[in-house]
């Protein structure tokens, strides 16, 4: 009798657990890049720069993307004037530099080698550090697989200045990651 009733209890309760299941599955984990952002209270600055140059609402739309994001402490120890000198344009080609399409775990970051970036025909490089963490181009990733609904974050300790010589093609919308 005691385990017919354990059976029945899970038979009763089978249809409301997967209902949960699916209903969360349906909903997106998490918050947005940018909501993820503003959340940490590191990023006052590269939040005002994505403002700035409307790359806001693109950073909250369904991705996925790939956002190396520098801290605040990293623009900090840029030269001073070096973001107050650049054109809007300028400024958004740095910021799109920080993009890669799709979403870039450090795993896959780390045995790619070389992503694309959202800017133009431009490449970040990935190589390991020794204390086994990641390094994209000059800066090292001091958090990585920072999970949101429509990418990855991983936070850096630079900010990414792309080449001179880069062709500045806005961002590509349909470009893969690694």
């Given at each position: ?14 249809p ?69 000198g ?81 062709p ?11």
């Amino acid at each position: 009798m005691r385990l017919s009733l354990i059976l029945l209890a899970a038979v009763l309760a089978a249809p409301q657990v997967l209902a949960q299941e699916t209903a969360e599955e349906a909903e997106p984990a998490g918050a947005t890049l940018i909501a993820a952002l503003e959340a940490d209270g590191r990023f006052t600055t590269l939040l005002g720069a994505l403002q700035a140059t409307n790359l806001t609402e693109t950073l909250q739309g369904a991705g996925p993307f790939t956002l190396f994001a520098p801290t605040d402490d990293a623009f900090a120890a840029l030269p001073a004037g070096t973001v107050e000198g650049l054109s809007p344009e300028q400024l958004q080609g740095v910021l799109l530099y920080h993009v890669v399409g799709g979403a870039v775990d450090s795993g896959t970051a780390s045995g790619a080698g070389q992503a694309p970036t959202a800017f133009g025909e431009t490449t970040l490089t990935f190589t390991p550090t020794d204390d086994g963490g990641l390094a994209v181009n000059d800066a090292t990733v001091i958090e990585a697989d920072v999970a949101a609904s429509n990418g990855v974050i991983h936070v850096i300790d630079g900010v990414l200045l792309p080449p001179m010589d880069a062709p500045d093609e806005g961002m590509d919308d349909g470009m893969d990651g690694p």
